[in-house]
């Protein structure tokens, strides 16, 4: 798997052998049998292909279907927290007054606005 992912993701960017060699400090011959399933590259190789490529080891090794490095989904993640926070109540609106719950959604409001989030 490793083998023909890697062929794949070099054809997708459409760049030579030699490039990915080149970057990798090894010769031509030596990435060529990596893509040909004859040598398969100690953990630092791999590394370096994952971030050449900008996906993760496990979908370079065939462990997993998701191209996206951890870091990458990590930092989606992120970015959407402040929807999910917005969303998730924690169970205010059952524990607070009418009145703590309005000023609470006011608040909100405020922030989309300030921040340039709208609903």
């Known amino acids: ?3 023909i992912r890697l062929k794949e993701l070099r054809s997708e ?8 060699a080149k970057y990798l400090n090894i010769t031509t ?3 060529g049998f ?4 004859k040598r398969v590259p100690d953990i630092e ?3 370096k292909l994952a ?6 080891t496990d979908y370079l090794l065939g462990k997993s279907d998701i191209k996206e490095p951890a870091e990458k989904i ?13 969303h998730n109540n924690n169970g205010y609106d059952e524990e607070l007054p009418e009145e703590a ?6 608040f909100i409001e405020y922030v989309r606005q300030k921040y340039g989030k709208k609903e």
């Open 74 to 86: 990590l930092e989606k993640n992120k970015e959407n927290e402040y929807t999910i926070a917005l």
């Open 1 to 3: 798997m490793f083998d």
């Open 45 to 47: 190789i791999i590394n």
């Open 13 to 20: 960017k459409d760049i030579l052998q030699k490039d990915v």
């Open 29 to 31: 011959s030596a990435y």
């Open 51 to 56: 971030d050449f490529f900008n996906v993760s």
């Open 34 to 37: 990596y893509e040909q399933g």
């Open 101 to 106: 719950r309005k000023e609470i959604d006011n």
